[in-house]
């Protein structure tokens, strides 16, 4: 027999059952435990119930299903931002509390433990120069296998930014979230070997992409000798989504450039992924 994932004890604080993903623990029990019920640690009785609280504190499908396995992992509510955020750049807890403001740090503490016992992110204590730990800090990266899910990420982002209209009045808009739309929608089979690059100041934020031929390079600050230095708004999703022309764009005063003019045509070539007749905005 298989050693049990789970154990059972009864002492003066009460009956503890625990598993690998779970304690539930009672009050002190003010009379004797039985211990022909709870002293038998792998009867079969004891064994659904415990499967039964595992379930339901992993919020398992109950499928045997890869797509199954896959959405108990990143399916939880702020998982995909966490590993959105993680793709464009290793982070501290702290900086991934920045990026995502309206995220309880409790909730973020327990799915950062949750990707990483999945092995989907690392977490490292980082040396400074002299090769010393820096203590206190925790810095967050995508392991290879959490990187299998980064086409998956880009997917689902050039998906949903065709489902964007008008911002909610909740709605943030962040540094990852803007580098992910751009890597959404880029295209690289209209390059042509080219090589450009581009400055983008979307509100108090700070974007650059370097285009290498069908490679796209992304980063956040300003771009020494960029080609285009663009300011915009939220016009810059209707640019995305080919809903605003550059030349619209322009004559409204929805972005402004620094450079040739005409690079902003280019950039809606390169950058873009028009509405379906279908979709709606959510």
């Avoid at 064994?47 to 595992?54: K, N, P, T």
């Avoid at 931002?81 to 920045?98: G, P, W």
């Avoid at 296998?145 to 689902?156: N, S, T």
């Avoid at 974007?207 to 956040?220: E, K, P």
Wanted: net charge negative; glycine share 8%; aromatic share 6%.
């Amino acid at each position: 027999m298989s050693e049990a994932r789970w154990k059972l004890v009864v002492d003066q604080d009460g009956v503890t059952i625990a598993g690998d993903r779970f304690q539930l623990t009672t009050a002190p029990t003010p009379f004797a435990v039985d211990e022909a019920v709870f002293g038998v640690t792998e009867s079969p009785e004891m064994e659904a119930i415990v499967s039964e609280l595992d379930a339901m504190t992993r919020r398992t499908y109950g499928q045997y299903c890869g797509v199954a396995r896959a959405m108990e992992v990143i399916g939880e509510r702020w998982a995909p931002l966490i590993l959105r955020n993680l793709l464009v750049a290793d982070k501290t807890f702290h900086e991934l509390v920045r990026g995502l403001p309206r995220m309880p740090e409790d909730v973020l503490s327990a799915r950062l433990r949750e990707l990483e016992r999945t092995g989907v992110i690392r977490g490292r204590v980082p040396k400074a120069s002299a090769g010393t730990v820096v203590e206190g800090t925790v810095v967050y990266s995508v392991t290879d296998f959490g990187r299998e899910l980064e086409d998956v990420v880009i997917r689902l982002g050039r998906w949903g930014t065709r489902l964007l209209g008008d911002p909610r009045p909740e709605d943030i808009f962040t540094p990852e979230a803007l580098i992910t739309a751009l890597r959404a929608t880029f295209r690289p089979e209209r390059t042509n070997g080219a090589r450009l690059s581009f400055e983008l100041h979307v509100f108090d934020m700070i974007v650059h992409v370097r285009v290498d031929g069908a490679t796209l390079h992304t980063g956040t600050g300003s771009l020494p000798d960029a080609d285009l230095v663009l300011e915009a708004g939220f016009s810059l999703t209707e640019l995305l989504i080919g809903e605003l022309s550059p030349a619209d764009a322009l004559a409204g005063g929805g972005i402004r450039l620094a450079g040739d003019p005409a690079l902003l045509t280019r950039f809606a070539e390169l950058f873009n992924m028009p509405r379906p007749a279908a979709a709606r905005a959510a």
